[in-house]
């Protein structure tokens, strides 16, 4: 008996007395001889229903396609075979590397963005580090990855961990320009979650496609279960500096949900602007969460460009600047004379008191009542530059503390002087305070509804309530501190114990033009990642950070990809007499000229000081800069360190592809006289990979209509010029998790935003990618994050639920037939959609084609394309000819498959042979990690006690390389090279010449 081949996306089976509609299959045990199947009820008993079969546990029957029912098509212009046919094609995994830009979202590709997606593919596994500069659209370039990982099928279960000020924009971000559903599970969503199921149920099976917040999984006690029983297709690490680890990475909690995904997850992308801290071994744990076979040395210090090579891609502004054109805009920084004012006589006897008590630590510094005193040396003086309130808090605390400890203190006399003089100032008093005034008043700014928005940034939190305070008693605007007002009044404040709903229905409003809010008061919660950019382009920067690296994240909030005014940027400074505090001005000056320097070159601005962390930047610039009158502090490195990070940013440099001539010759390290290698080479596959017989726009309508047709409950689609307007009928809205409609939870990865749903259940798509963006800047200037228009393409849940209904108008085994008078009478032309899966069942090949028999034994194997135009079949009309159907069953069928799977095995050999070069570089690489590693730990133990505690990790460590090669041998290699033992194929449509 004819084998039949593993299940595969597409193919209707029978399990447990029901027809299912294949849409996944992946393994479930290591040695890849049994399948998890996932499918969708296809029946009257289970339609709708996801299910996942276990081959070990159930009997699951696919159709032999030798025994192919056929059908005659009576539809009018053969529209049920047409549409049958185009949702067959749409179901087909691509397999190729090279991205297909049609269709693929609401965006301007660029050459830098196409070129991630190109190395993303060509690692089969993507595994990636995007460390582009602050402000160059990395989100944009994880939604170009993820929609290429779905139409290979390869992003059904997705993870996306993001800070808790970013999860809004991020998921928002993906669904608006890609129509890519992400559940947020923030503390809300988590709640809900856990009164609709079980609490033994695993959060993570519930959705499959999640966005959460770093802080909130990284219990990992709390998670670690659910976590260790689920995998993932990809895992997205936004802001990914955050996980590298600190000193001791065993107790970063971060750190280690980060290593325990890494090894739950198919593919893995992370993002940050700040890759590393000028430590090897923080860039080198990011790398060894991507390939822990990257790196030899297991402490990730000793490696070199060659290891690293592939993993990271790393550009800057002037990079791209050509390539990205009016998406970045050049910033205005107002000259520093004009936002600097004099200090006032009651600060200036402040600044006195400073001044003493810098030159009295500074002489004494020796002494154990001054030593290492860093709150009095420069502490006090940075919190008083802010505000008085926040340096009288901080005082008053300082005092009680000394008192209690020494009452005899040398200090206390300058500390006690200056609370009492800091009793008589206030903000609203301030010298800075009335300079934001006439800065605001510069700008248009008065609190009224036309006033343009404004970004505040202070460092303290004490200063942001004082501030905000007084600005509204000022302009008269109506203020409450209570978290949820914040984004529902003209002045807003959000800060680190902002919850995280409140905190992102702040940033929202405040990027939403219709909403009342017109200034944003940040601490620097807000100076990490999140857009501020749509609706701003005024930044003040109230006092100023001592850091390089601040500076930079900050301006990157409205100064960034997208920005369509020129950002305006404002330092405000507070110039005094008094000799010995007036030189830090100098230092002030210079730092943010530095800031301007770097934003107009092709380096971070970590690299000016090489400490890689603003509160060493601060520790420097005060106590090698302030304290020392110091003004050229900014000009050269800081000695600590610098070899190290000098060393690693030449690592960096050889190593990332920016710039580079031939950017994938560059990151596979190949010469000119060896051939890239293509996984898809020689295969016709990939041309074929998007075949495509109706346009999205025309698919959604004519696809929807005819299951109209079908079923009274659908509503009309109606149709506006570009726009179509789709009410939701039952099954789709639960397909999609209406939240309106209660019953049991909806299991999948089709799910979308909450925020996103139709208040009438809806939806409006559209074809144009230039309304869905006018639609989106409508939205922030109406409604928020959330457009109203949606992009029409096969990726969208709407037409994936249309797809998955249309493969459902053949029953199980049954195949359409047609008729054509352009081929010749007889000839029957078989149409076939055949694929090659791994062992692990992972898609390699998919090719749709054509065999053609002719009266007198004539045979014809072509593309599928090819034969359906021989057929006319894009003009074809049913004139009621049905042919022969009944010669057609039984031997006839059975040879065009035999035929049908001849093809696909010679693509399979074709195949197996263009990953030959790939597989050799990676095992020489693979052989190349593992001497070393080996070498490199057997040197380390040899130098310690046998019962050394490193000594028993090191062995460890050995034994844990032996059993991931295995690993690595076992599961990779049969994920991604070798094919099963027989390639599957599916008759779709039967095509018969008649006269």
Not at 827 to 852: M, T
């Amino acid at each position: 008996m004819p084998r039949v081949a593993t299940p595969t996306p597409g193919m209707r089976v029978l399990c447990r007395d029901a027809e299912w509609l294949v849409t996944r299959v992946d393994p479930s045990d290591q040695s890849h001889q049994n399948y998890a199947v996932h499918c969708i009820g296809a029946d009257d008993l289970v339609r709708g229903h996801e299910a996942i079969f276990l081959t070990q546990l159930d009997t699951i029957e696919p159709v032999d396609p030798r025994k192919t029912q056929l059908v005659q098509d009576q539809s009018s212009g053969y529209r049920m075979a047409k549409l049958f046919l185009e949702a067959q094609l749409r179901q087909m995994p691509a397999t190729g590397v090279k991205p297909d830009l049609r269709g693929m979202g609401v965006f301007k590709p660029m050459q830098f963005q196409i070129q991630t997606v190109e190395w993303a593919l060509q690692q089969l596994r993507p595994r990636l580090l995007l460390a582009d500069a602050v402000g160059l659209g990395k989100t944009i370039q994880v939604g170009m990855v993820l929609s290429e990982l779905m139409r290979r099928g390869r992003a059904n279960r997705v993870l996306v961990l993001a800070k808790k000020s970013m999860l809004t924009q991020f998921q928002s971000e993906l669904w608006n320009r890609f129509g890519f559903p992400l559940v947020r599970l923030d503390s809300a969503g988590i709640a809900k979650l856990r009164l609709r199921i079980p609490t033994n149920k695993n959060p993570f099976e519930v959705y499959q496609r999640v966005i959460i917040s770093i802080d909130t999984l990284k219990n990992v006690g709390s998670y670690r279960h659910f976590l260790e029983n689920t995998r993932w297709d990809c895992v997205v690490i936004d802001e990914a500096h955050n996980v590298a680890g600190a000193s001791v990475p065993e107790r970063h909690l971060a750190y280690r949900l980060a290593r325990l995904l890494s090894r739950r997850t198919d593919s893995m992308l992370l993002t940050t602007a700040t890759p590393h801290n000028g430590k090897r071994e923080t860039f080198g744990r990011l790398i060894s969460l991507l390939d822990p076979s990257a790196i030899p040395d297991p402490d990730f210090k000793e490696y070199n460009a060659e290891d690293i090579r592939g993993f990271f891609l790393m550009r800057f502004k002037e990079d791209v600047r050509e390539d990205a054109g009016a998406d970045l805009t050049d910033r205005m920084l107002v000259p520093i004379d004009q936002t600097t004012v004099a200090a006032s006589e009651g600060e200036e006897k402040v600044y006195a008191i400073l001044s003493e008590l810098r030159a009295e630590a500074m002489k004494n510094k020796s002494e154990e009542a001054w030593k290492n005193n860093v709150l009095v040396q420069y502490g006090i003086y940075k919190q008083f530059l802010s505000s008085p309130e926040s340096c009288r808090k901080t005082l008053q605390k300082r005092i009680t503390a000394v008192q209690a400890k020494d009452p005899e203190s040398p200090e206390l006399p300058y500390l006690n002087r200056m609370d009492s003089q800091l009793g008589t100032l206030s903000i609203r008093d301030s010298s800075r305070y009335q300079l934001l005034k006439r800065q605001l008043e510069a700008i248009g700014w008065d609190g009224k509804e036309n006033s343009p928005r404004v970004l505040v940034f202070t460092e303290y939190r004490e200063t942001q309530d004082a501030l905000a305070a007084a600005l509204a008693k000022d302009f008269k605007i109506k203020y409450s501190p209570k978290f949820e007002q914040q984004p529902k009044q003209v002045l807003a404040t959000i800060n680190g114990s902002c919850p995280d709903i409140h905190l992102m229905k702040t940033v929202e409003a405040f990027g939403t033009g219709a909403s009342d809010v017109r200034m944003l008061l940040a601490t620097d919660v807000a100076s990490e990642g999140v857009n501020l950019h749509h609706q701003c382009h005024n930044i003040i920067h109230y006092d100023l950070p001592w850091s390089i690296i601040t500076l930079i994240q900050r301006n990157g909030r409205i100064d960034r990809f997208g920005q369509t005014e020129s950002p305006v940027l404002r330092y405000l400074r507070v110039s005094t007499r008094d000799g010995m505090l007036k030189g830090d001005e100098s230092i002030f000056e210079r730092l943010i000229e530095k800031v301007e320097e770097i934003n107009r070159s092709t380096r971070q601005g970590e690299t000016v000081l090489k400490l890689y962390d603003p509160e060493a930047e601060e520790r420097y610039i005060a106590e090698a800069g302030i304290l020392q009158g110091n003004v050229d502090v900014l000009e050269k490195p800081s000695s600590e360190g610098e070899a190290e990070s000098t060393e690693l940013e030449s690592v960096l440099s050889q190593a990332n592809p920016a710039g580079q001539e031939d950017f994938l010759k560059f990151l596979l390290g190949e010469t000119e006289d060896v051939p890239t290698a293509d996984p898809a080479a020689g295969s016709s596959s990939e041309q074929h990979s998007r075949l495509r017989l109706y346009d999205d726009k025309k698919f959604l309508l004519d696809g929807y209509r005819y299951l109209a047709e079908l079923h009274q409950d659908y509503a009309a689609i109606e149709e506006n010029g570009k726009l179509m307007l789709l009410n939701a009928p039952k099954d789709l809205r639960r397909r999609l998790g209406a939240p309106n409609d209660r019953g049991d939870v909806v299991f999948g990865a089709t799910a979308v935003p909450v925020e996103s749903w139709p208040e009438d259940n809806q939806f409006r798509l559209t074809d144009d990618p230039d309304r869905v963006e006018l639609a989106i800047k409508s939205a922030r200037n109406t409604s928020g994050h959330w457009s109203r228009e949606l992009l029409a393409t096969d990726q969208q849940p709407i037409l994936q639920w249309i797809t998955e209904r249309l493969l459902m108008l053949m029953k199980r085994g049954e195949c359409p037939h047609i008729t054509s008078r352009k081929l010749e009478e007889g000839e029957l032309c078989f149409c076939f959609i055949g694929q090659i899966s791994s062992r692990a069942g992972a898609p390699l090949v998919v090719d749709a084609h054509a065999i053609s028999f002719r009266k007198g034994g004539g045979f014809e194997h072509r593309s599928l394309r090819d034969a359906l135009d021989a057929a006319g079949f894009d003009s074809l009309i049913n004139q009621g000819n049905t042919g022969d159907i009944k010669a057609i069953q039984g031997p006839l069928i059975e040879a065009a498959v035999e035929s049908s799977l001849e093809h696909m095995r010679k693509l399979g050999r074709q195949h197996v042979n263009s990953l030959l070069p790939f597989l050799r570089r990676e095992n020489r690489r693979l052989r190349n990690w593992k001497n070393r590693r080996q070498e490199l730990l057997e040197s380390r133990i040899d130098k310690l006690p046998p019962n050394h505690r490193k000594t028993k990790m090191y062995r460890k460590d050995l034994e844990e390389m032996d059993a991931y090669l295995r690993d690595r041998e076992d599961n990779w290699q049969d994920t991604y090279f070798t094919a099963s033992t027989e390639p599957s194929t599916q008759l779709v449509l039967v095509i018969e010449g008649v006269k």
